[in-house]
């Protein structure tokens, strides 16, 4: 899942909730599979300066129209992908490279050696996340997704490949409850608009 936050609910209530499956018989059918190009693209743990430009972008995304909103979105997810280290930055590239692939035991490697040498940055857990979805290994999926989502609420792109998570495995009020999330940052978030638009002409949900 580059998966897929929230307005001004900056804790992760998500958290506190059970999200442990159980995965009988068959893999349950993935309903996004967009959803593993999202969960590429963000990551956190930014010097103070650079964070201070983030969040002014990301208050600026709330109000932007969409032209602007897609080069807002940009500049962020660039800002989130940082890690501060050539040498680091190098094992998210080869990790990414290896889910283009489809190669996901390869990304996980590079992607828990990234962890490993620095947890703290969220971009390594979510962008693992996204390897353990592909090989539907959802507990290890949902459980990067959250310490990703600790470490940065305001990744919006996690925060929907949650959501799809949700939704796959029938949660459909938790699935509504972090597509809008998603919306709440990111309003043009053409993604959760449509998993929104799917649960309202399933009955499910509010008025969008």
């Given at each position: 899942?580059?998966?897929?936050?929230?307005?001004?609910?900056?804790?992760?209530?998500f958290?506190?909730?059970p999200?442990?499956?159980t995965?009988?018989?068959?893999?349950?059918?993935?309903?996004?599979?967009?959803v593993?190009?999202?969960l590429?693209?963000v990551g956190?743990s930014?010097p103070?300066?650079?964070?201070?430009?983030?969040?002014?972008?990301?208050?600026?995304?709330?109000?932007?129209e969409p032209a602007?909103?897609?080069?807002l979105?940009?500049?962020?997810?660039?800002?989130?992908?940082?890690s501060?280290?050539?040498?680091?930055d190098?094992?998210?590239?080869?990790?990414?490279e290896a889910?283009e692939?489809?190669?996901p035991?390869v990304?996980?490697?590079h992607?828990?050696?990234?962890?490993d040498?620095?947890?703290?940055f969220?971009?390594?857990?979510?962008?693992?996340a996204?390897?353990f979805?592909m090989k539907?290994?959802?507990?290890?999926?949902?459980?990067d997704?959250?310490k990703a989502l600790t470490?940065?609420?305001?990744n919006?792109?996690?925060?929907?490949g949650?959501?799809?998570m949700f939704q796959?495995?029938?949660?459909?009020?938790?699935a509504?409850?972090?597509?809008r999330q998603?919306?709440?940052?990111?309003?043009n978030?053409e993604?959760?608009t449509k998993a929104?638009?799917?649960?309202?002409?399933q009955?499910?949900?509010?008025?969008?």
């Open positions: 899942m580059p998966f897929l936050l929230a307005g001004p609910v900056r804790c992760l209530e958290a506190a909730w999200v442990t499956f995965v009988m018989g068959t893999h349950t059918r993935k309903l996004y599979p967009v593993t190009a999202l590429l693209t956190n930014l103070a300066f650079a964070q201070s430009t983030v969040d002014g972008m990301l208050q600026a995304l709330r109000d932007a602007e909103a897609t080069r979105t940009r500049e962020i997810e660039r800002e989130w992908s940082q501060g280290s050539t040498s680091l190098m094992l998210l590239r080869r990790g990414r889910l692939e489809e190669q035991d990304a996980i490697e992607f828990t050696a990234l962890i040498h620095a947890p703290d969220a971009e390594g857990w979510h962008a693992r996204t390897a979805y539907d290994l959802y507990g290890p999926a949902i459980s997704l959250e470490l940065n609420p305001d919006y792109n996690a925060m929907f949650l959501g799809i796959e495995f029938g949660d459909t009020v938790r509504e409850q972090a597509f998603v919306l709440d940052l990111h309003p978030h993604n959760a929104l638009e799917q649960l309202k002409a009955g499910i949900g509010r008025e969008l």
